[in-house]
């Protein structure tokens, strides 16, 4: 363990989930914590994320573990606010047409002792009301500990504490720079907000936090693809649990409305030079369409809305969480699955900030390991 000074003030730069979960952590270790948001708050990624909570597929065991982690910190939230119509626990629906895929995901969830049901199609239906039993081929696994929250909604639930602990948000900043002296971060100049000196910052800006941290000499490899997520109009559909198909992915959403997406349309995305996206209403419809036809009763579905932007992706698809080695007092937060991640990622990250000590459930993610890899490949 090295010796570090304690923290007293932080600068977070982010408004999204992970941002924001480590800032109320923070606060309630009696750190000052700064909020520097580029434009609002879940204005980013948390603004247009399917955010399904789970660890299905394959992973390794220390992402797995962690995920899992995640997932218990929001069943303890649920416990703790039983009330709320923003996070759910109602399982999650896959198949992908294929019987033997289907098997391999089964058998390698099995494995690691996750909650993995593989079901024929009537078993299917019959366990995940909602779903449509003519749409579900020969197999699917159903995983009964997986939910969903609504990232908007648990930002705005953990903003109330950040305002009753005393942070200080700033809104509408532009892109923030991080100030290096000796070596060691001291704050972030920003656009628009001027300058903020802190004994520490936190990137966790989503996709553009590669971007942010490169000026600092570290490399962090970043396979963010375009994405979209739609909010359809609300409707009198049954609730369905957590839906992936080979043609739509679903969940529901507060008010009766249900969030869509998946990645067959991102060839129809249009990307300006101003940093704004397009898609043709017929793609929007279409997916629409396809959420139709996974639903019990073929309910009649409409878009509300629909946003665009680039998803958080690491270039290994690993998380990328701590301090960067080459620049002391600097932290940063980058992952896909930051929904399933933020309150445990807050948690750990703002206990490193705080105290310097590193945690081992993030001793693999270091943002270091693409230089390594660089290294060795050279």
């Known amino acids: 363990m090295k010796e570090t000074s304690p923290v007293k003030n932080v600068i977070v730069v982010g408004g999204g989930a992970i941002g924001v979960s480590t800032a109320v952590h923070l606060l309630r270790q009696a750190v000052d914590v700064t909020l520097v948001t580029e434009a609002g708050l879940a204005s980013g990624a948390s603004g247009r994320s399917l955010s399904w909570l789970n ?18 910190r929001y069943r303890v939230l649920s416990t703790q606010y039983p009330n709320i119509d923003w996070l759910s626990f109602g399982g999650g629906l896959f198949w992908d047409g294929n019987s033997a895929t289907t098997g391999q995901r089964h058998e390698a969830e099995s494995a690691r002792g996750y909650s993995s049901l593989l079901l024929d199609a009537a078993s299917a239906a019959e366990t995940a009301p909602g779903a449509n039993p003519e749409a579900i081929p020969d197999s699917a696994v159903f995983n009964a500990a997986e939910g969903w929250v609504s990232l908007p909604h648990l930002i705005s639930h953990l903003m109330e504490e950040f305002s009753r602990r005393g942070g200080r948000l700033v809104l509408n900043a532009g892109r923030a720079e991080v100030l290096v002296e000796a070596g060691r971060a001291v704050g972030v100049t920003t656009e628009t907000a001027g300058k903020f000196t802190a004994d520490a910052v936190l990137v966790a800006c989503g996709p553009q936090t590669p971007e942010v941290v490169a ?7 970043d396979a963010s693809p375009v994405s979209m997520l739609v909010i359809t109009e609300p409707g009198d559909h049954e609730v369905p649990p957590v839906m992936n198909t080979p043609r739509v992915a679903l969940r529901p959403n507060p008010g009766g409305t249900l969030a869509l997406d998946h990645d067959w349309y991102e060839q129809d995305i249009t990307e300006h030079a101003d940093g704004s996206y397009d ?8 997916l629409v369409q396809e959420a139709s036809k996974v639903l019990h009763g073929a309910p009649q ?3 509300a809305s629909w946003k665009i932007g680039r998803k958080p992706i690491p270039g290994d698809g690993e998380p990328v969480f701590g301090e960067l080695e080459g620049v002391p007092g600097c932290f940063v937060a980058f992952t896909h699955s930051g929904a399933t991640l933020a309150l445990v990622a807050g948690e750990l990250l703002s206990k490193e900030i705080s105290v310097g000590v590193r945690h081992p459930m993030l001793e693999t993610f270091r943002p270091e390991r693409f230089a390594r890899q660089e290294r060795r490949t050279a």
Do not use: Q, W
Not at 215 to 221: A, E, Q
Not at 279 to 286: S, T
């Open 279 to 286: 898609i043709p209403r017929a793609v929007v419809d279409e």
């Open 301 to 303: 579905l409409a878009a």
């Open 55 to 72: 660890s299905a597929g394959t992973r390794t065991k220390e992402y797995h573990e962690l995920r899992m982690a995640g997932i218990e």
């Open 215 to 221: 000026p600092l000499g570290v490399h962090i490899d």
